[in-house]
């Protein structure tokens, strides 16, 4: 067993088949169906049911992808020590960052970063935080940026804390007012986030909490588009104040938002707890520990 074979079974079990999984991994197909063959051979069992150009993980196929996906991860993690040990001047991040609010936030820290380490080769992912935490617990990702959370099978380090503004339309009958409470919006549509957005569920409690269920008049994780859809009187968008202000534009109002306290976006960078940090990881931590870790970052 070889930890090429393992990473192209890895492969093959995400991406759904071994032509998927060829395109990944920049192989031909028959390449990876060889050693996809070498695994099953070496371990005396079929990983796959092939469903024509599908494949669907046997009963053992489940506990292999388990423990490959942990053996691999050593793996990286051993090779990363290894490394950092040797002071090559090299190395590789493997980034989350929200798809909220990373231009706002993000462009110029990374740009940064680029430029006092530009030997470091950054792989960068984009995602609602649900989405992030997934990737970091299956090792896909060294750290991510997400809302602070909950799991203590993350460690994590803060950010930022932004507070919520309400975008509405020019014409609604609050647009006059300086702010306006989340109640105030029982009757407006709300234009959510995708559902890997864990600020959905922060808004849904909020709401609830004052007496309602928010009406849902679209979903989208850009949050240009939300805004146009704003403009356009489709509803109201509850948006971090370091992006709202950015996105105001004509037929768009700009409100502050009085909701409970838990309703804030506390963006923290998290990995596994314990897991081993390269130096690259530890690089970009130090850099954010140089921003403000709470009230507006810019």
């Known amino acids: 067993m070889e930890f090429k074979q393992l990473r192209t079974f890895v492969e093959v079990a995400r991406q759904g ?34 469903l024509g150009s599908h494949v669907r993980l046997t009963a053992a196929g489940n506990v292999v992808l388990l423990r490959a996906e942990s053996m691999l991860r050593l793996h990286r993690e051993l090779l990363s020590e290894l490394d950092d040990l040797s002071h090559l001047a090299r ?9 909220l609010g990373s231009d706002a936030l993000f462009a110029r820290l990374f740009a940064e970063y680029r430029r006092r380490y530009p030997n470091i080769q950054v792989q960068l992912l984009e995602g609602g935080s649900l989405n992030i ?33 309400a975008l509405l339309p020019a014409d609604h009958p609050l647009a006059e007012d300086g702010s306006v409470r989340l109640e105030q919006l029982a009757d407006t549509p709300f234009l959510l986030y995708q559902r890997s957005f864990v600020l959905n569920d922060r808004l849904l409690q909020a709401c609830q909490q004052v007496g309602f269920t928010p009406k849902e008049g679209g ?80």
Do not use: M
């Open 219 to 298: 979903r989208s994780g850009q949050a240009d588009f939300l805004v146009a859809l704003v403009a356009a009187g489709q509803g109201a968008v509850l948006l971090p104040s370091v992006v709202a202000r950015g996105l105001v534009r004509p037929g768009v109002v700009r409100l502050k938002l009085v909701a409970p306290d838990y309703l804030r976006w506390d963006i923290a960078f998290i990995w596994r707890d314990g897991a081993y940090l390269s130096r690259a990881a530890q690089a970009w931590l130090e850099l954010l520990r140089e921003r403000p870790v709470t009230g507006s970052v810019l």
């Open 17 to 50: 088949g071994f032509t998927q999984a060829a395109h990944t991994l920049h192989i031909s197909q028959s390449a990876v169906s060889k050693k996809v063959a070498q695994l099953e051979h070496s371990l005396a069992t079929p990983l796959f049911d092939r």
């Open 91 to 99: 190395g590789e991040l493997k980034l989350g960052l929200p798809l």
């Open 133 to 165: 935490e997934q990737a970091v617990l299956s090792g896909e990702l060294e750290l991510g940026g997400s809302l602070t959370p909950k799991n203590p099978a993350f460690a994590y380090q803060p950010f930022c804390d932004e507070p919520l503004d």
